[in-house]
């Protein structure tokens, strides 16, 4: 990571994955790049999706494959300065040194890298699904198993190890500055 004063640590990186309503996976085609957006789920050192039986994605996703998977939540401008202040900065030639802290985003991020594989056994399956479930429909998940049991033969689980894993956060201080690395 070139921006090491960013880096955050493996428990934020996890923590990123938990709260994130999506990642966006990565897979290679030849020489082309395939970015999918996906609902997936964190049990340790384990990420699930699901996906239908036929597709692009399931034609890549060879069993063992090398995968990328981002992630990102808490994105916003974050407006440090008003309108007047930015004009003011300007008209004495302070602009350059402050444009970083003007146009710009604040963001919180995980970026994993990890080997792909479909699950197989049932019961894994069920269990990665209502999982899924948990995450995504907290307040109907105690119906979603028998959806999960009826729809079982027509839907595929996969299953990433997380190989690498990688956190990141751009964020202002209400001083205006940005926080560092362990600075809250």
């Known amino acids: 990571m070139r921006r090491k004063d960013r880096e955050m640590d493996r428990d934020f990186a996890l923590d990123i994955i938990d709260k994130s309503e999506y990642g966006v996976l990565g897979i290679v085609d030849g020489d082309t790049p395939y970015t999918v957006p996906l609902s997936i789920v964190r049990d340790e050192d384990k990420l699930y999706f699901h996906s239908a039986i036929a597709g692009k ?3 890549l996703l060879k069993d063992g494959c090398h995968v990328s998977i981002s992630f990102a939540i808490s994105v916003n401008v974050p407006n440090l300065f008003t309108r007047e202040e930015i004009e003011n ?13 003007v146009f710009t985003t604040e963001f919180k991020s995980a970026h994993i890298i990890g080997r792909c594989k479909k699950v197989e056994d049932k019961s894994k ?3 990665a699904l209502m999982l899924i479930c948990k995450k995504y429909t907290p307040d109907i998940y105690d119906l979603a198993y028998k959806f999960i049991e009826k ?5 595929n ?3 990433i190890d997380i190989e690498e894993i990688k956190g990141k956060r751009k964020a202002f201080g209400p001083d205006r500055n940005e926080l560092k690395w362990g600075m809250k």
Request: glycine letters at 8%; a positive charge; aromatic letters at 8%.
């Open 125 to 127: 399956k069920i269990s």
């Open 157 to 159: 689980v996969y299953e």
């Open 151 to 155: 729809s079982l033969n027509r839907t």
């Open 57 to 59: 994605k399931v034609e």
């Open 89 to 101: 900065m300007i008209e004495k030639g302070e602009f350059a040194s402050m444009g970083s802290k």
